[in-house]
């Protein structure tokens, strides 16, 4: 054998035994689907290399074209498999037809060689010729042969243009090096066909050798770069197929990846590296957290550091459609604003429907009170007396809407001052024994005689509560009792204020016991069908309760009896005990408690009363005459001004809401007017506008004193007196 002849057999020996290692090792590696083709082709190379090395020492003719033929099994097909191989890798899909036309020829191709005995279309004639590197086969070509070594190489060709071709270029990690392995893989035997055809190596077919260091290649990118670990490539597909836009850069931003959908959003970083700068990289870094718009369409930006055991290795940004989001968030703040605005009207609309009652209010309540104090038949004095009842229930519920439309708009406040808790439930006692006695109901009450006397918090707004629960105990009772008891429990220096309202009346079933706490909730409307009520005295009460830092409780059995509590912190003021309840004085006054004012005269006292309205001038004037004092009535206020400019008055009532110049603006003009009178002259701001905060807003535009419309005759009593130069005080 030659020396030539023994290389060209070790090489492809060697060959034949690398090729069957690197077989048997990737049949050990995980599913995948470029493994199939790998085997295929690594089996394609090992036929064409096997053939070959027997080739070599081949001895006669018919033996060498045997394995000349043979040889083609590998030599047909490992081309196209390396082609779809390259294809599924860049993930690149061509139409079937393709596919089945370029595999159909390389079969045709085969057959005809297998056969080419019979018809010569390939070979037309064959010699044994001995060379330096052995015995080669002269083979005489026919058209078909130039026809298939073209198509070989036009499939080499199409595999290399898969490998450059940009469209097709992933720029994911270690890409490079796996496109340049995959790019060798198809360049050596591109050429080694191209020397064997040129007729370079003699005649010596170098092709077995090309198939086999394209499969090193190809081997060595799959074992090299994982492109069979599974998991791994199953994380790419999911990153190349997300809608989400990502784009990966280096710690210094220099670019390193970016998915499909980032390259449609940012189309300069299709092109891969080098086509997107740091800058614009860092520019889409910076718009971190923020919404941007690109082609119509919003995005968010979000950035994570992608870090190994040690350090920040660079970032990955998200790019997020979040239209839809954005679309849906607008609308929820657009519905939020509509429901704000209508709460807000409603409130609005509920303040404002209060205020333009409790006018006309005054004027009946007023009215009444002064026909009351006409001489009257009985009949006449009992109609008045309805009339009477009626407007303070209607006033009642005004106050309630006006707290509720206050709750709602979170303005229910809370002020604190000191009081006197005993006489804060005597009071409540005289505002119901009443009612009680005309339902022939027995009333218990009692307060702990050692309760601290004088308590700091929110006295009327505690009465409140307490009528509120009394009222309701009265209305839904029919017959027994209701029981009234104030307790305390002593903690540092404060007491837990205990209140609790029992009755023996219809009681509250046990569904309903959650609900009435509810606005507007009554229970069993059926049964209460009778009784009058707007359904907002338990849940302001609740809310009132809860912003003094305390809790109420119903404890109910239907057909039974109710019982209502709430425990509220109070600061103590007076430790000293309070004392045993004294009720003597109502059981002689049954039913006064509107009549109830300081009785005083004061001829000598000058009285202005500035109001637009006519019957509620009416209403003050005549609600002051039992005083005794000389009122003189201005319809507005620049009648007011001119009045007090003509005589000295010692007080002035002022409506708040007029006409032309209301009742701040006239108070201001008066306290501007030259001469220490003008600034000392008490000013009592009279007003149907019983929002909190009302009052300090009156002190604070140089006012002193607030009376709420409809006038009660006692408040109003007590701050003519409060008002006054004492010396014009008399007797009665
Ligand atoms: P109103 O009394 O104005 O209807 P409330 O909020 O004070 O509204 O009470 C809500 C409902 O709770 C009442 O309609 C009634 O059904 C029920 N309720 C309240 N107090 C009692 C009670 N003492 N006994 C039976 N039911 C009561």
């Not at 082709?41 to 018919?62: E, G, K, Y």
Request: hydrophobic share 45%; net charge negative; with cysteine.
């Amino acid at each position: 054998m030659q020396i030539m002849q023994g290389i060209w057999l070790c090489i492809h020996v060697s060959g034949v035994l690398v090729a069957f290692f690197l077989l048997a090792s990737i049949l050990r590696q995980r599913e995948s689907d470029y493994k199939s083709r790998l085997i295929m082709t690594i089996i394609c190379c090992m036929i064409a290399l096997v053939s070959r090395s027997l080739f070599i020492m081949a001895q006669d003719m018919p033996e060498m074209i045997a394995l000349g033929k043979t040889e083609y099994c590998g030599k047909c097909f490992a081309n196209f498999l390396a082609l779809s191989f390259v294809l599924s890798y860049y993930r690149v899909k061509w139409p079937r037809w393709v596919m089945q036309t370029l595999f159909g020829i390389n079969l045709v191709a085969f057959a005809v060689i297998m056969t080419c005995n019979y018809h010569h279309l390939y070979y037309t004639s064959y010699q044994v010729v001995p060379t330096n590197s052995g015995n080669i086969l002269v083979l005489g070509k026919a058209p078909f042969y130039y026809f298939y070594m073209a198509f070989c190489l036009v499939e080499m060709v199409l595999y290399l243009y898969i490998c450059f071709h940009p469209a097709y270029q992933q720029d994911r990690e270690g890409s490079r090096a796996i496109r340049g392995l995959l790019t060798m893989a198809g360049v050596v035997p591109f050429l080694m066909l191209l020397l064997y055809l040129s007729g370079v190596t003699g005649g010596f077919d170098t092709t077995p050798l090309g198939i086999f260091f394209s499969v090193l290649f190809l081997f060595t990118a799959v074992n090299r770069y994982g492109l069979f670990d599974t998991v791994q490539n199953a994380k790419e597909a999911v990153i190349e197929s997300m809608d989400e836009g990502i784009i990966v850069s280096d710690n210094n931003m220099k670019f390193l990846y970016a998915n499909p959908s980032a390259c449609e959003l940012f189309p300069e970083m299709r092109l891969g590296e080098g086509q997107i700068s740091e800058s614009e990289i860092q520019a889409i870094y910076e718009q971190t957290g923020t919404v941007i718009e690109l082609k119509d369409k919003s995005y968010e930006i979000r950035t994570s550091e992608v870090r190994d055991d040690v350090q920040v290795r660079g970032y990955m940004l998200s790019v997020i459609d979040v239209t839809d989001m954005m679309a849906q968030a607008k609308e929820m703040r657009e519905l939020k604003e509509k429901a704000e605005n209508a709460s807000r009207a409603k409130s609005a609309f509920l303040a404002n429907m209060s205020h333009e009652i409790r006018t006309p209010m005054n004027a009946i309540l007023g009215m009444t009170e002064i026909a009351l104090r006409g001489r009257l038949q009985s009949q006449q004095r009992d109609a008045i007396e309805q009339i009477k009842m009626a407007s303070l229930t209607l006033v009642t519920i005004i106050n309630d809407i006006l707290d509720f439309s206050k709750m709602e708009s979170g303005k229910l406040e809370i002020v604190e001052a000191d009081y006197d808790i005993k006489g804060l439930v005597q009071d409540v006692y005289h505002l119901i024994s009443g009612k009680v006695e005309e339902k022939n109901l027995r009333l218990e009450i009692s307060i702990d005689p050692t309760m601290p006397r004088i308590l700091h918090g929110d006295e009327i707004r505690v009465k409140q509560v307490l009528i509120n629960l009394v009222n309701n105990a009265v209305k839904f009772t029919e017959q027994g009792s209701i029981n009234l008891s104030v307790t305390y429990e002593r903690k540092e220096d404060q007491v837990e204020l205990r209140c609790s309202v029992k009755d023996t009346g219809i009681g509250i079933k046990e569904e309903d016991l959650e609900r009435i706490f509810n606005s507007f909730e009554q229970s069993d409307t059926f049964r209460n069908r009778k009784k009058e009520g707007s359904g907002l005295g338990l849940a302001i009460s609740r809310q009132l309760v809860h912003l003094m830092g305390g809790e109420i409780h119903v404890a109910s059995e239907y057909q039974k009896g109710s019982e209502f509590s709430f425990e509220i912190p109070q600061r103590i003021v007076d430790e000293s005990a309070c004392g045993a309840l004294e009720l003597a004085e109502r059981q002689s006054r049954p039913q006064q408690s509107s009549a109830q004012y300081q009785n005083f005269r004061a001829p000598q006292a000058k009285v202005l009363v500035v109001d637009d309205n006519l019957v509620n001038r009416k209403v003050a004037a005549g609600l002051m005459r039992p005083f005794a004092m000389q009122v003189d009535t201005a319809k507005s206020g620049e009648e007011a001004i001119r009045m007090v400019q003509e005589k000295e008055y010692h007080l002035i009532f002022m409506d708040h809401m007029m006409p032309d110049m209301d009742g701040v603006e006239t108070t201001h003009m008066i306290r501007s007017l030259e001469g220490e009178y003008y600034q000392k002259v008490p000013i009592i701001a009279l007003t149907a506008n019983a929002l909190s905060g009302v009052k300090e807003m009156f002190l604070a535009e140089g006012m002193n004193d607030f009376v709420a419309k409809p006038i009660n005759i006692k408040e109003l009593s007590e701050k003519i007196l409060t008002w006054l130069p004492f010396e014009l005080l008399e007797d009665p």
